[in-house]
């Protein structure tokens, strides 16, 4: 009998999975925002996983499976995942650069900062529209839907207070950013890099240029230089030299991050310790 019973609850529990709209993503940190409004049991997933990197990553067939049997797509958009217009074009999608209020910042006169999702103020709009998709897919769990999207609101207010009040303590050192990709973060905190070393980490810099970094590192004393876990160590190595500068590596996209429904505060609350961290390390 406990195992009919065990095999009963089983199958009603891979009912109700199946019944719950399933999202795709392209990137981890829209996984955890859709996961924080999403019933728990939902189907959420990542096309770009830690295996893969944002800038060179291909479709695999499952991808594909999974974006062709998926409820709602959510992406950054066209502009930076062009390899998924395609695919995301059917069905419903949200398109997080292109919702009504968000914020965005550009990392050149041509080039728009992608990762929007660093603003704790975007993560809660793109909350509210996949809340909205949600309850347009689901009707019947309206109610859970939105009362998920008022914690979170509630969540993210007090997480980013917390990680504000943290480094508002802090007299940052002079430091640096590999590229320009945690603006988003540091204009919600008030902090603003005193050297960006590429405005395009996929163009690296000529023989002047290189000179000119040394130069001004060297000038502004730095020490603490902000990186991803894909900067080119080489590069990094040859600009610093023997220089007491340390190296704080920002997982802006969640790969050290379990997925849970509270990733995305767990992401956000990681990329200010990494900060207070490499800034307090300097203050003795």
Excluded at 157 to 163: C, K
Excluded at 192 to 204: K, Q, R, T, Y
Excluded at 208 to 225: S, W
């Amino acid at each position: 009998m406990a195992y009919r019973s065990l095999i009963y609850l089983l199958l009603l529990l891979s009912q109700f999975a199946l019944a719950q709209p399933r999202i795709v993503t392209s990137v981890r940190p829209l996984q955890f925002i859709a996961e924080a409004i999403s019933l728990p049991g939902s189907s959420v997933v990542s096309l770009i996983d830690g295996s893969d990197s944002p800038h060179h990553f291909s479709l695999t067939p499952s991808d594909r499976m999974a974006v062709a049997t998926a409820a709602l797509h959510i992406w950054i958009g066209p502009q930076f995942e062009a390899q998924l217009a395609d695919l995301f074009a059917e069905g419903s999608s949200i398109t997080a650069s292109e919702l009504a209020g968000i914020r965005l910042h550009r990392q050149d006169e041509q080039i728009i900062d992608p990762h929007l999702w660093l603003d704790p103020f975007n993560g809660g709009i793109l909350a509210t529209a996949v809340a909205e998709q949600l309850v347009a897919l689901d009707p019947e769990h309206a109610a859970s839907y939105r009362e998920n999207l008022r914690q979170f609101i509630a969540r993210l207010d007090t997480a980013l207070e917390t990680t504000r009040a943290r480094l508002d303590e802090i007299q940052p050192p002079a430091y640096g950013v590999y590229h320009n990709a945690y603006q988003y973060f540091e204009k919600r905190v008030d902090l603003a890099p005193d050297l960006v070393l590429l405005n395009n980490p996929e163009v690296l810099p000529g023989v002047r240029r290189m000179a000119e970094l040394q130069n001004a590192i060297a000038l502004l004393d730095l020490r603490c230089l902000f990186v991803e876990s894909d900067s080119d160590r080489a590069l990094l190595q040859t600009l610093i030299g023997d220089r007491a500068v340390e190296l704080a590596t920002v997982d802006v996209l969640g790969y050290e991050i379990a997925s849970s429904r509270t990733a995305y505060l767990e992401l956000l609350s990681a990329v200010g310790d990494t900060y207070a961290d490499c800034f307090e390390s300097k203050m003795h």
